[in-house]
């Protein structure tokens, strides 16, 4: 079967590309721009890649057209596959259908650490031997790639509540035929196509009614949201974490290690390098899902203490002047604060100079820029980046929304400017945090570059 992919080079529809290629399918793609890393990675694959969206790439003539969600209509290719009558699917749906099958799939969902925890699952189970295929919304420094199929019955993935495609408005992680679900968290997000915070309880909902009896939801025992998403109705068997009973993470010391407990019995003392409570909460989620797969909890800590992280979370990008620079992809006011947090915890006194630049969709639509200042605030300095034009510019005035956290926070348009700001004001033994959903210019190297 040959399928050609549109939108090949985002990090989903790349993993899926790279997938069905293992699977024997003979894999085609396009994309408006056909960039590093993944156009190398898919070519060192032996997938032909396009630039760009031509008509003419109908006479390829594949079995099916996959369908990826940077697809608008008005693209002239799809535009053309629509005039013709031609077969076509969106990737969560060829996923389900094609590699999915008779497969027990553990899918992470949830507002914040479904990369995170996706990665956590997938080396617990590949350390305890478990040789599972994933596909994860980021790149596993475990493992090197985003994506993997194999011959194990088990497939880890990171399910998306975002939409499918423009011709299928439900939810990605409803394609996914899980078998067992973490619902990570649950807050408002995606404020471009979700009116409201219920909108998304209710996809969560139709997650939920996918599950099968014989399944089993891991479910953060913190958040009311989910607790609505449960009270819905539920079919299977439900274990809950962040407290008791059920699963929950003990305080860390500082080396960053913890109790992992179940009903207030220890059964393990994770040894890590990991900062921050959310990461805590986390690898007990990925504790409770990994022991439906069959690997005890013991084992199951034992894998975590050589875990690697994701990148982009937490990232040390370098070290130049005494100064250390790191590269989180937060953007959403609580993983902002979490962030914050849990590089307090591992630096204590140390100054925290917070670089953002709000440049998710939510965020550009000023959604949320009211939770920005205590999001923030227990950085020491702030620098805010907001574009006055092209496709990431701000929708709303960055400086006005910082304004109550007074003379710790400054704000830019323009980077040269920003990176001379964060030089004059960076000394030794501090530490810059740089977040952003995006590549933010290269300003880590650009700051790294000022400073040395």
């Not at 060192?44 to 209509?73: A, C, H, M, W």
Request: negative net charge.
């Amino acid at each position: 079967m040959h399928i050609h992919i549109l939108g090949i080079c985002g990090t989903f529809m790349g993993g899926i590309a790279a997938i069905a290629r293992a699977a024997g399918f003979k894999v085609t793609g396009c994309d408006a721009n056909v960039y590093p890393p993944m156009s190398t990675q898919l070519q060192s694959l032996g997938i032909e890649l396009i630039s760009g969206y031509t008509t003419d790439q109908v006479n390829l003539k594949p079995d099916l057209f996959v369908i990826g969600n940077v697809v608008t209509r008005g693209n002239p290719l799809m535009e053309e596959i629509l005039n013709r009558g031609l077969p076509y699917t969106s990737g969560p749906q060829w996923v389900g259908e094609h590699i999915l099958t008779a497969k027990h799939v553990l899918a992470v969902a949830g507002t914040h650490g479904k990369t995170t925890t996706s990665s956590m699952l997938a080396w617990i189970l590949e350390d305890a031997g478990k040789n599972p295929g994933f596909l994860i919304g980021g790149m596993p420094e475990n493992f090197g790639i985003s994506a993997r199929n194999t011959d194990s019955e088990f497939f880890v993935i990171e399910a998306d509540e975002y939409d499918t495609a423009f011709f299928d408005k439900r939810s990605k992680f409803v394609h996914y035929r899980t078998t067992t679900a973490v619902l990570n968290n649950l807050e408002f997000d995606h404020a471009d196509i979700f009116p409201d915070l219920a909108a998304i309880e209710t996809q969560f909902h139709h997650l939920v009614r996918t599950i099968p009896g014989k399944g089993l939801i891991v479910v953060n025992g913190r958040e009311d949201s989910l607790a609505r998403v449960l009270a819905r109705g539920s079919w299977s068997a439900i274990e809950r974490f962040g407290g008791t009973p059920g699963w929950d993470a003990g305080e860390a010391d500082a080396e960053g290690a913890f109790d992992v407990l179940y009903d207030s019995a220890v059964q393990g003392r994770v040894h890590w390098d990991l900062m921050g409570e959310h990461n805590r909460l986390n690898a007990i989620a990925a504790i409770a899902a990994a022991r439906r797969a069959g690997v005890a909890p013991a084992r199951a800590i034992e894998a975590l203490a050589s875990f690697k992280n994701v990148k982009r979370r937490m990232e040390v990008r370098g070290s130049a002047g005494g100064v250390t620079v790191y590269d989180d992809f937060a953007h959403h006011p609580t993983a902002i604060a979490t962030t914050i947090a849990g590089l307090r915890a591992k630096v204590g006194d140390a100054r925290i100079l917070a670089v953002l630049e709000p440049r998710s969709n939510t965020m550009k639509l000023g959604v949320m820029k009211a939770a920005l200042p205590a999001s923030l605030a227990a950085a020491d300095l702030v620098f805010g980046y907001g574009a006055k034009e092209g496709k990431d510019a701000l929708g709303w005035n960055l400086g006005e929304a910082l304004h109550p956290l007074g003379v710790k926070a400054s704000t830019y348009d323009a980077l040269d400017p920003l990176v001379a700001a964060i030089k004059s004001a960076a000394r030794p033994g501090d530490h810059v945090l740089v977040m952003s959903n995006g590549g933010f210019g290269g300003v880590h190297q650009k700051i790294l570059d000022a400073l040395g």
